[in-house]
């Protein structure tokens, strides 16, 4: 067999499992954006109409701005805390093991078992970190009652389950030639200046990719948290794009509408993570 036939053996299943579980739903997905279906009266074909709709809803512009604001702030977080992390756990140490694992394990406990913590945690009446603040003479925010408050909490129950980030950061840490550091520490380079002209460029691809990774996958991560929390509430504060299409889609059974916000919300995040990993690459070619 040719190394070209066992390359496409083994791309097979992918391929397949793209197809069906990827391509597939989202061409069905645009088909059903271009009709009006309730899934109980005859579906009606109503072209590009739902796109015209979407375009003149206010309510839809106000869930793409929350969605924004929430994507420019938890993307941050969860690329710059998995960074942090694995340039802080990356040398072989004693403990270094445990330590490791408990950045990990916040990304294996259930959305459902890390939304109810986050709840107790929270509170803002009861929960330990308004009684810490209080302690410390800080402002107790209203988490999941005020509009404000409630999307930071969101954030926070987002940007904790970094651990696949981390993971990968560390890895990609531990690749990099030990030589170059040793060398620039006996040229005096100061740690900052390491971090700026060495470990950043290195690292700038894997943080392209986690970046564009996560601005794919936060907003989805962010639908259980909401639901059980907020349910897009409080004055809409938290409502953001999946929250938005599910209530559309299964509550007012407006299933063209809601594929239609959804193709909307698959272009706009296909355009974000293009312009990134173009930067990304200008950014590693001349830093």
């Given at each position: 067999?040719?190394?070209?036939?066992?390359?496409?053996?083994?791309?097979?299943?992918?391929?397949?499992?793209?197809?069906?579980?990827?391509?597939?739903?989202?061409?069905?997905?645009?088909?059903?954006?271009?009709?009006?279906?309730?899934?109980?009266?005859?579906?009606?074909?109503?072209?590009?109409?739902?796109?015209?709709?979407?375009?003149?809803?206010?309510?839809?512009?106000?869930?793409?701005?929350?969605?924004?604001?929430?994507?420019?702030?938890?993307?941050?977080?969860?690329?710059?805390?998995?960074?942090?992390?694995?340039?802080?756990?990356?040398?072989?140490?004693?403990?270094?093991?445990?330590?490791?694992?408990?950045?990990?394990?916040?990304?294996?406990?259930?959305?459902?078992?890390?939304?109810?913590?986050?709840?107790?945690?929270?509170?803002?009446?009861?929960?330990?970190?308004?009684?810490?603040?209080?302690?410390?003479?800080?402002?107790?925010?209203?988490?999941?009652?005020?509009?404000?408050?409630?999307?930071?909490?969101?954030?926070?129950?987002?940007?904790?389950?970094?651990?696949?980030?981390?993971?990968?950061?560390?890895?990609?840490?531990?690749?990099?030639?030990?030589?170059?550091?040793?060398?620039?520490?006996?040229?005096?380079?100061?740690?900052?200046?390491?971090?700026?002209?060495?470990?950043?460029?290195?690292?700038?691809?894997?943080?392209?990719?986690?970046?564009?990774?996560?601005?794919?996958?936060?907003?989805?991560?962010?639908?259980?948290?909401?639901?059980l929390l907020t349910d897009g509430g409080p004055d809409r504060a938290t409502l953001l794009l999946p929250i938005h299409i599910y209530?559309?889609?299964?509550?007012?059974?407006?299933?063209?509408?809601?594929?239609?916000?959804?193709?909307?919300?698959?272009?706009?995040?296909?355009?974000?993570?293009?312009?990134?990993?173009?930067?990304?690459?200008?950014?590693?070619?001349?830093?």
């Amino acid at each position: 067999m040719s190394a070209r036939a066992q390359r496409t053996l083994l791309l097979a299943p992918f391929a397949i499992g793209t197809l069906v579980l990827v391509v597939g739903p989202a061409a069905i997905t645009f088909l059903e954006s271009l009709y009006e279906d309730d899934l109980i009266a005859p579906a009606r074909f109503v072209g590009f109409d739902n796109f015209s709709a979407l375009a003149q809803d206010d309510l839809f512009a106000q869930v793409l701005r929350n969605s924004a604001l929430f994507l420019a702030i938890t993307v941050p977080l969860r690329v710059l805390g998995a960074l942090a992390l694995a340039l802080l756990l990356h040398r072989p140490r004693r403990g270094a093991g445990w330590q490791r694992g408990a950045v990990l394990a916040g990304s294996f406990a259930p959305d459902a078992a890390l939304v109810i913590a986050f709840a107790y945690l929270l509170n803002p009446i009861s929960g330990p970190v308004n009684g810490l603040l209080g302690l410390a003479g800080l402002p107790q925010p209203e988490w999941f009652a005020a509009p404000g408050a409630a999307l930071a909490g969101i954030v926070l129950i987002s940007a904790f389950s970094l651990g696949e980030g981390f993971l990968v950061m560390l890895a990609a840490r531990q690749q990099l030639p030990g030589e170059l550091f040793e060398a620039a520490r006996m040229e005096g380079a100061s740690t900052g200046h390491v971090f700026r002209r060495l470990t950043l460029p290195l690292l700038a691809p894997v943080l392209g990719l986690l970046a564009a990774r996560d601005l794919a996958v936060a907003l989805q991560a962010s639908f259980v948290p909401t639901y059980l929390l907020t349910d897009g509430g409080p004055d809409r504060a938290t409502l953001l794009l999946p929250i938005h299409i599910y209530d559309v889609g299964f509550e007012q059974l407006r299933y063209g509408y809601a594929a239609a916000m959804t193709v909307v919300m698959v272009v706009l995040t296909a355009l974000i993570v293009l312009a990134q990993w173009r930067l990304m690459r200008r950014w590693r070619i001349d830093p």
